[in-house]
């Protein structure tokens, strides 16, 4: 068949033409996969912590647009990249799901493998917490001998995070916030204030009235639940492939996880609803 949607109509010679494998660099990006043992689940392990580590760095990438144009005062485009964050976030809980069929006999066999290897290292999964507000200068002590890395965290850490500037884009429209919520510690865990809740309870009060400052605390609200869902699917996972043993990086393992759910990003935005 030669027909109009005939798959012969389309162009197979790309001898001096950029393919698709060449503008993605898929040569570059399948030979990361190297795992160091024989073992068949290596493969999968090694792919499923790569795809979360390109999600995560589009992730990092949508935040410092949308704090770029938040800085400015701009509300309508950053709603669009936090949008693209929360459905980045879905495609790396979901990734879980894949890992959960690696099974506690398939793990041991390469686990020893990738010696102190582990996922608490990653760089862009704390990046991406110092730009949502959870910060920890312990956090940077495994990426000190990474200059190169090291700074561009440090620099974050001691920066407004997402939630800091919109306490300012608050200020700015005029709701009273005290200076020390405005010009606090940037590496300091944020500490929630009655004035700050005052001012969201407006916001949510007189939606029409503020209707852009509602939709990015709703958006807010998006980010944090998914960041949520990812800790509990990472815990749950650990649970079942290596119970209650330590992690390779050196934290307690199930126990660290246990305890990180229980932090919380933007406190105002969920004592809100208690409040209304």
């Known amino acids: 068949m030669t027909g109009p949607d005939s798959p012969e109509r389309a162009r197979r010679d790309f001898s001096h033409l950029l393919s698709y494998g060449d503008y993605l660099r898929l040569d570059t990006l399948l030979s990361a996969h190297q ?25 990092v990438r949508e935040l410092h647009a949308a704090m770029s144009l938040l800085a400015a005062g701009v509300t309508d485009a950053p709603l669009k990249m936090l949008s693209r964050v929360v459905r980045a976030q879905e495609q790396m809980t979901n990734a ?22 582990s996922g608490f ?58 200076p020390e919520v405005l010009e606090r510690d940037y590496a300091a865990p944020y500490a929630e204030d009655p004035a700050v809740l005052a001012a969201w309870l407006a916001v949510y009060r007189g939606p029409q009235t503020h209707w852009d400052l509602y939709e990015l605390a709703e958006k807010l609200i998006d980010v944090e639940d998914n960041f949520r869902r990812w800790r509990f699917n990472h815990l749950t996972t650990v649970e079942r492939t290596i119970g209650f043993k330590a992690g390779s990086g050196g934290t307690s393992g199930a126990g660290y996880l246990r305890r990180a759910l229980d932090t919380v990003l933007f406190p105002e935005l969920w004592q809100v609803r208690t409040h209304l």
Do not use: C
Request: hydrophobic content about 50%; charged content about 15%; glycine content about 6%.
């Open 35 to 59: 795992p160091l043992t024989a073992a068949h689940d290596e493969h999968l392990f090694i792919a499923v912590h790569h795809v979360s580590e390109v999600w995560l760095d589009l992730i």
């Open 96 to 117: 879980w799901e894949v890992l959960k069929t690696l099974t506690p006999a398939d793990y041991l066999e390469f686990r020893g493998a990738f010696g102190q290897a």
């Open 121 to 178: 290292q990653s760089a862009g999964y704390r990046m991406m917490e110092f730009l949502l507000g959870n910060r920890n200068p312990a956090m940077l002590g495994p990426h000190e001998h990474r200059p190169e890395v090291h700074g561009p965290l440090l620099a974050a850490m001691s920066a407004p995070s997402i939630y800091d500037l919109a306490l300012r884009l608050l200020s700015a429209r005029g709701f009273a916030l005290p």
